[in-house]
């Protein structure tokens, strides 16, 4: 949790929203994070008794009640006792705070992603750079790029919220070692552990509270994983049960690179865009991996990731189909290439 292991400075700051005029009508909000029989706007006010500060963004430590980090294998997730309407202003500004710039904003989906950054913590701290390098910062590189994605789940007790981290790093190849290009490296858990870590301290936890939540062991061993063959579609089947399937899945999407529109966790519905990398791409390279429109390729498709079972009926498996935008099967090399992707990440 100290300041030397991350210093991700993006330039990033915190702008004011827009203000409307009174004499205009509110618009109508989506009602995702919205309880039943209750109000939130800021017209009519929540139902939801909420202590904070004069500016409104915090809410008081006493209000929060047992907050925790569960893990399951090398699957981290805070558990905060608030709701999403309440957690989320303050992951916002948790990660502006942290040196980020959002790239992804999302109340709706509940879904904030930063833009790529470079955790400067990671540089050589001799003599030299302390001397030249507060002049000429930039002749510094690590040659890494870290990203890192948090999504907010309504739970009947709260909220659970996901942080995952995807990276990338620049080498150097050629004849003449002159040509350098950024590949995907993997995700790294013990980062998104000390974001959950610091994330537990932003939203009121103390410090050695959140040293003992991280050092919890895993509840099992990680759970396996397989393809499935002789399906209409491609399948991979999990030996969790549904409510641990959908976690892990979540959270594989997210390291993955998927862009998920939408879920629906009663029907097990993750509304995901995948980017075929073996299709033709006529852009420049940085711009295929910096840009975070990846509309601007003209191949982004969409696809439903499916969870069914998951019940003792089942012995505690769970299927996971990958299916078209309407729900039917998935033909061709790309069905089976996510179905790929999302095997790593799962067995």
Same mark, same amino acid.
């Given at each position: ?13 915190? @702008? ?8 205009? @009508? ?20 929540? @139902? ?71 955790? !400067? ?11 030249? /390098? ?14 890192? !994605?948090?999504?907010?789940?309504? @739970? ?10 995807? /990276? ?5 190849g050629g004849d003449q070692k002159d040509v350098t290009r950024w590949v995907v490296r993997p995700s790294d858990p013990q980062l998104e552990a000390e974001f959950l870590s ?48 959908? !976690? ?85 090399e790309v069905g089976q290439r996510i179905a790929g992707v999302l095997l790593t990440e799962l067995k």
């Open positions: 949790m100290g300041g030397s292991k991350v210093d991700y400075q993006s330039g990033a700051q915190q @702008t004011k929203g827009l203000e409307v005029p009174p004499d205009l @009508t509110q618009l109508a909000r989506e009602g995702r994070y919205q309880p039943p029989a209750a109000v939130i706007s800021a017209a009519a006010g929540s @139902t939801t008794p909420r202590a904070a500060t004069a500016g409104g963004a915090t809410v008081a430590p006493t209000a929060l009640g047992e907050m925790k980090i569960q893990r399951d294998g090398d699957v981290r997730w805070l558990s905060v006792p608030m709701a999403p309407e309440q957690a989320w202003p303050q992951v916002r500004a948790f990660w502006l705070e942290s040196g980020f710039k959002l790239l992804v904003d999302d109340a709706t989906l509940g879904i904030v992603e930063t833009d790529w950054a470079e955790n !400067r913590a990671k540089l050589p701290q001799d003599i030299i750079r302390s001397t030249i /390098g507060r002049v000429l910062e930039k002749l510094y590189d690590t040659s890494e790029r870290d990203r890192f !994605r948090t999504r907010i789940e309504r @739970t009947p007790t709260g909220t659970e919220i996901f942080i995952s981290h995807r /990276g990338l790093q620049e080498i150097v610091r994330l537990m301290v932003r939203l009121g936890s103390s410090e050695a509270s959140a040293r003992t939540a991280l050092a919890a062991p895993a509840a099992g061993a990680p759970a396996r994983a397989r393809l499935l063959t002789g399906q209409a579609t491609p399948t991979v089947e999990v030996d969790d049960t549904f409510d641990r399937a959908w !976690r892990r899945v979540g959270l594989a999407l997210d390291r993955s690179g998927f862009t998920v529109e939408d879920r629906n966790r009663s029907d097990g519905l993750y509304y995901v865009r995948y980017v075929d990398a073996n299709a033709p791409d006529n852009r420049g390279l940085l711009s295929r991996i910096f840009s975070g429109n990846t509309e601007e390729a003209g191949k982004a498709q969409r696809f439903r990731i499916a969870l069914l079972g998951g019940t003792s009926g089942t012995g505690g498996r769970t299927v996971v189909a990958v299916q078209n935008a309407d729900g039917g099967p998935v033909s061709g």
